[in-house]
């Protein structure tokens, strides 16, 4: 069973079975949808919510919302994982609005913003239960390489533009919201999520019952170690897949809950292929080797490049993947886009080029340095989880080896 089974199987109500991660999850796909038009506004006064606009918005007549079934002509928004087959996205919509367990719920103050200059995409909207609860959402990367240029620049400043905005869309909101909130996003949006609650104020942090983080990446060195992280690591609640390899990504301090997913490897990080029974995700006790392997190597790498190495390194690496022309990180692999990022690295200065080969060459050094835990972890987990019928069949061609009379 996954998500969308869920939605068509579960028709308890909030107040006879309350809000759990499956909910948020499902939630947290809808914000993969394109409202603008749709879902009623957040009023801004600027293309970024400073203090003035949030003051607006706290004496401004309040503002309508709508059902989900009133959401059906949004538009689907690309993502590179949520969603792979974009039917599922709108599937989780005709189902949110077909779902008896939903169907009291409004959402409101969308708020949608791209800018290419500020290398910064970010989405939200909050999701309103009568005046029981609000869940507020924030939306993963996309398939644009502004997106995708705003994760990697979180391997060596923070914040970025998206993570403010996060925190500045929270303390916005929050105001009008249901005391009891709960905030949450899969992939760079659990990112979101958890930044937006270390840096609103303690009154709204106070409201906060749980942040739902699925496969979304950690944070940097001083973040996780900061004072802020701690008023809210305690509530962060961060659910990977036993392949994960984006939720392990950078620094984390909560523990994850382990989710069995039947995808594979990367495509695991699709919380669609995630398994739910009895209304709840099935867990594990481990991740996979080669989870566990990724996140070794990659933080042994990122401890190896200095802040200034790794914004040199991504400098270079997004200079020659722009190169290419397309629009979107999906379209590199056209063969005309293909050979435009050939010819953008041959043309690289000396400075950039020296800086990214260095790079892959600690990435490289990361790796074989982690051979050995990788295969010690592997070998471990070979014997501790040899299954019984394994051991029947052993047993068996034990015996076939025997003398025909020994065997009896």
């Known amino acids: 069973m996954n998500i969308l089974d869920y939605l068509g199987t579960e028709f308890a109500s909030f107040e006879e079975k309350p809000f759990n991660p499956v909910d948020s999850a499902a939630l947290s796909q809808f914000c993969m949808v394109r409202a603008e038009g749709v879902v009623p506004a957040l009023r801004e006064r600027s293309s970024f919510l400073d203090l003035g606009t949030i003051v607006e918005n706290l004496l401004s007549p309040a503002r309508s919302a709508v059902r989900f079934a009133d959401t059906l002509r949004a538009e689907l928004y690309p993502s590179m994982f949520t969603g792979l087959d974009p039917l599922m996205v709108k599937e989780n919509l005709l189902a949110l609005a077909a779902s008896p367990r939903f169907r009291y719920m409004r959402v409101r103050d969308y708020l949608s913003l791209f800018d290419t200059d500020r290398q910064t995409q970010f989405a939200a909207m909050t999701f309103v239960h009568r005046k029981d609860f609000a869940y507020v959402g924030f939306r993963g990367t996309d398939t644009s390489f502004t997106g995708w240029r705003e994760n990697f620049n979180m391997a060596y400043t923070a914040p970025v533009p998206a993570q403010e905005q996060a925190a500045r869309y929270l303390q916005a909101v929050a105001p009008r919201a249901p005391k009891r909130m709960y905030v949450g996003g899969h992939s760079k949006g659990g990112n979101l999520a958890a930044y937006a609650g270390m840096f609103v104020d303690e009154a709204t942090r106070a409201r906060i019952q749980t942040v739902y983080n699925f496969d979304g990446p950690g944070f940097n060195e001083a973040t996780i170690s900061s004072e802020a992280f701690g008023k809210v690591d305690m509530r962060i609640r961060t659910f990977v897949p036993q392949s994960s390899m984006i939720g392990i990504l950078m ?6 809950t382990i989710v069995r997913s039947n995808g594979v490897g990367v495509f695991q990080h699709d919380a669609y292929t995630w398994q739910i029974l009895g209304g709840g995700f099935m867990t594990l006790t481990e991740r996979t080797g080669h989870s566990h392997f990724a996140d070794d190597t990659i933080k042994r790498w990122l401890e190896e490049l200095s802040p200034d190495m790794r914004r040199q390194a991504i400098d270079g690496i997004y200079a020659v993947l ?14 005309r886009n293909t050979m435009s990022v050939l010819k953008a ?31 010690e972890r592997t070998a471990s987990t070979v014997a501790q989880k040899m299954p019984w019928e394994q051991r029947r069949e052993e047993a068996k061609a034990h015996a076939e080896q025997q003398p025909p009379e020994l065997a009896k």
Not at 251 to 256: C, G, L, V
Not at 326 to 335: I, R, T
Not at 347 to 367: I, N, P, Q
């Open 251 to 256: 620094w984390h301090r909560e523990p994850f």
């Open 322 to 335: 722009s190169a290419s022309g397309g629009m979107n990180v999906s379209e590199l692999f056209e063969a």
């Open 345 to 375: 690295a041959g043309a690289m200065d000396e400075k950039t080029k020296s800086a990214v080969l260095e790079a892959f060459r600690l990435l490289g050094s990361s790796m074989i340095g982690g051979v050995p835990a990788w295969l």
